[in-house]
């Protein structure tokens, strides 16, 4: 299964709408998954036109997107059990707030930060795909593609590019 995970798009309010290049990255994904701060509601739909999506709020969401959606997910995908979350609920240090809050969780998605990630801390993955549109602190803007295989993770990779 072909996962395309996504965070920060912040669209309409910082960009007008999802790059090109955005959309073609996700291509042939099976399921977008979405870590927040989508800003408006149109953006899950346009991203629903090339794959189902789980999605869930961030701190600058819309009223009406942000009520729509919880602050965290759990899920199975392939076996493996999936958390996601933007992250801004976490008191203290993120990473350690994101592992001891989500102690099930194989895999930790979030974002909030805009900053690609990727660690593994005692048998959990973290990993925030960054932002494809708001770069803070990094000289790329980013989302994640990973691919699953018989129940395990066969692929992670950072889609990156310097400019929009």
């Known amino acids: 299964m072909n996962l395309g995970i ?12 999802i790059p090109d290049w955005i959309i073609s990255g996700l291509a042939n994904c099976d399921l977008i998954i979405h870590a927040g701060d989508i800003t408006g509601s149109e953006v899950l739909a346009e991203l629903k036109e090339i794959a189902p999506v789980k999605a869930v709020q961030g701190n600058c969401d819309e009223t009406d997107l942000a009520e ?3 602050l965290s997910r759990q899920f199975e995908i392939e076996g493996e059990n999936i958390t996601l979350t933007h992250g801004h609920i976490i008191q203290g240090e993120l990473i350690t707030g994101l592992t001891y809050s989500f102690p099930d969780a194989d895999m930790i998605i ?3 930060t ?3 990630f990727r660690q593994e801390i005692e048998g959990q993955l973290l990993l925030n795909p960054g932002s494809p549109t708001v770069r803070k602190r990094k000289n790329f803007y980013s989302f994640a593609r990973v691919e699953l295989k018989a129940g395990k993770i066969a692929d992670i990779r950072f889609v990156k590019r310097n400019r929009m």
């Open 6 to 17: 996504v965070s920060d798009t912040h669209i309409p309010d910082i960009i007008g709408e």
């Open 68 to 70: 729509s959606l919880k």
């Open 110 to 112: 979030f974002g909030h």
């Open 114 to 116: 805009h900053n690609a």
